[in-house]
Structures are given as C-alpha cells and as structure tokens.
T-cell receptor
Framework: TQLLEQSPQFLSIQEGENLTVYCNSS?????LQWYRQEPGEGPVLLVT?????EVKKLKRLTFQFGDARKDSSLHITAAQPGDTGLYLC??????????FGTGTLLAVQP | DSGVTQTPKHLITATGQRVTLRCSPR?????VYWYQQSLDQGLQFLIH???????AKGNILERFSAQQFPDLHSELNLSSLELGDSALYFC?????????????FGEGSRLTVL
C-alpha cells in the first residue's frame, strides 16, 4: 500500500512569509495532485503534475515534482490569510482510487 | 460550488443505529467516490463506483456499504454505528474512470455518533 507522508503537519506563519510543504511516497507516483481544503468545505484541486522534474506555477504557488517521481513540494511566496487551509497531496494512477496524503494544516496570521 | 450535493449536512445519532448518506454527482459525471475524514486518520478512501458498478474498495468496514443508482446518485449506508465512526464523510465525482482525473468534492456530511 502506497503511503503518502506530508510535512510539516502544522505550519503557522505571518502574512508575507514564504513556506514550503512536502509530499513523499514510499513508491513511484504515476501522477500527483495537490488539493486545498478550507474549513467546512471539501478539497479543491490546485494542480496535477505528471512528469518527473515538472514545475508548475499557479500565481504565488509553485509546485515541483521530483525527478524520481517519489516526492513533490508546494512553495507559497508571500503567504496571505486566504492561503489558510489544509493542503493535501494525492496519488491515483490507474488504480481507480485516489489516495490522499496525511495533510499539512497551514494558518497564515494577518 | 462544486456541483456535488451531499445530504444531510449534519447527522447526530446513537451507537448501534444505521444511517444513509446521499450524494448527487455533478451533471454528466459517472464516477462517484466516498471518503471518510477524521482528525486521526485523515482523508481515507472508502469506495469508488463508475456508472453503477463498483470499481475499487479501500479500507471500508463490513458494516458500511454503498451503491450507485441508475440516475447516478449514490448512497453510503453505515450500520451498527460506533463512536469511532464519527467523522466527515465526503462524496466526490469525476468524469474519469480512474484516479488521475480531478475529483470534485461535496461539502460533506458530518456524522456524530453519541
């Protein structure tokens, strides 16, 4: 069973700071998705990465897929209170199930 | 609004009881996924249906069952409820048959077992 470990578990920072969260797997990802979940809502897809070494940017968010496709990172530049939420990585492939990581809970203080 | 509708939003019941959670997927989506989210276990995959057929199972307890109906809505049945079943239950839908597509999640059903 593939395990997706995310770190850190919790992160509390001030508005304007930069941060990076990580997602690591016990085996190779076929593809990886990043979701954000806000309180009282379901997760919402941010990005999908497929190719080893791939980098995708979404405004202040930068997603990187490791060369060996066993890890991924999410970097947020100049964090804002609106970035607060639970960040989840997820791996699916062709298994008919999307497995989520343990999550990183981010709080950005104004 | 993701387009996925879950009912009820909140449910409080007693141990030993049975409940049914309902999910209506986005229009046109044939795949429905059920997840359980709790503080200690995170977001756990339960089961996936595609066009009425079960496609994959996660660590779903035998006390839990699900089905997807011809109109594509799905129900998750939880029976002989225990305190530990208290959690948020999410339904998600997708156009894809496999897990690589984007999942659109509902707002969840919060179950409290007393």
């Amino acid at each position: 069973t593939q395990l997706l470990e995310q770190s850190p578990q919790f992160l509390s920072i001030q508005e304007g700071e930069n941060l990076t969260v990580y997602c690591n797997s016990s085996s190779v990802f076929s593809s990886l998705q990043w979701y954000r979940q806000e309180p009282g809502e379901g997760p919402v897809l941010l990005v999908t990465v497929v190719t080893g070494g791939e980098v995708k940017k979404l405004k202040r968010l930068t997603f990187q897929f490791g060369d060996a496709r066993k890890d991924s990172s999410l970097h947020i530049t100049a964090a804002q209170p609106g970035d607060t939420g639970l960040y989840l990585c997820a791996e699916g492939g062709a298994t008919n199930k999307l497995i989520f990581g343990t999550g990183t809970l981010l709080a950005v203080q104004p | 609004d993701s387009g996925v509708t879950q009912t009820p939003k909140h449910l409080i019941t007693a141990t030993g009881q049975r409940v049914t959670l309902r999910c209506s997927p986005r229009s046109g989506d044939l795949s429905v996924y059920w997840y359980q989210q709790s503080l200690d276990q995170g977001l756990q995959f339960l089961i996936h249906y595609y066009n009425g057929e079960e496609r994959a199972k996660g660590n779903i307890l035998e006390r839990f069952s699900a089905q997807q109906f011809p109109d594509l809505h799905s129900e998750l049945n939880l029976s002989s409820l225990e305190l530990g079943d208290s959690a948020l239950y999410f339904c998600a839908s997708s156009t894809r048959t496999s897990g690589t597509g984007e999942l659109f999640f509902g707002e969840g059903s919060r179950l409290t077992v007393l």
